[in-house]
């Protein structure tokens, strides 16, 4: 990941960090509470891809195993939001643009579900049993909800501020130049296209133009003339 990428990314991790924990967990909703960090993953992962998704799925959960008031075993989170930030990156379009509204909501539904069915998994198998207490299918079906609900809000805005840092044309890894064409391989392929264009018209033009040349000035035989005889002159 470039400088750029890894500042936004932790950036946007740590106000979605704080407004999560000072202000979407004291609303006391019934059921989950509303996963911001889990919406950032997904917008980063659905423009960066699955490799830098799965890097900041993992800072964003061990940040979130770390700060108060985190009650679970740490790195259970981090593990969760490692496998979305993977998996939601597979689903990014190979030109970097989603053009459809389609496609963040699906990534946010299947998410929120999977997100609340594997932090459920991993907290049976570190004895964790407080899932199956308060219902493992209202869980799933509130944080699919609330989290559906703030998509809209948070996705489009963390896509849009991402593709700013893929815009660079030398970024490396050819998003700019699928994206949007205006990449340095594209110009210099359209540049080394014209050129060699260009230098065969004119090696064809001066073949042309040399061969008119002799022919008008006489140093090339016509086709078809026949030479004078110069009498006392022996021909060979």
Known sequence: MRLNRILLSTALVVVALVAQVSVLARLHLPG??????????????????????????????????LAPPADHATGRYALVLCVIGYLVGLARPDSGRVRSATVPMLAVVGAAVLSTLLYAGVGSLVGDTAARHVGLSGLVATAACYDLLLAPFVVPLVMTMARRTVSDPLTGDGTAVAGGGDGGYGRTAKRGFRVGRVSRRNRLGGRGRGGRLGVQSGLLPRAGRRQPKLKGVKRL
Do not use: E, W
């Open 32 to 65: 989950a509470v509303p996963d911001l960090m889990l919406l950032v993953v997904v917008g980063l992962g659905l423009v960066y891809g699955h490799t830098a998704g799965c890097l900041v799925g993992f800072g964003a959960g061990l940040l979130a195993d």
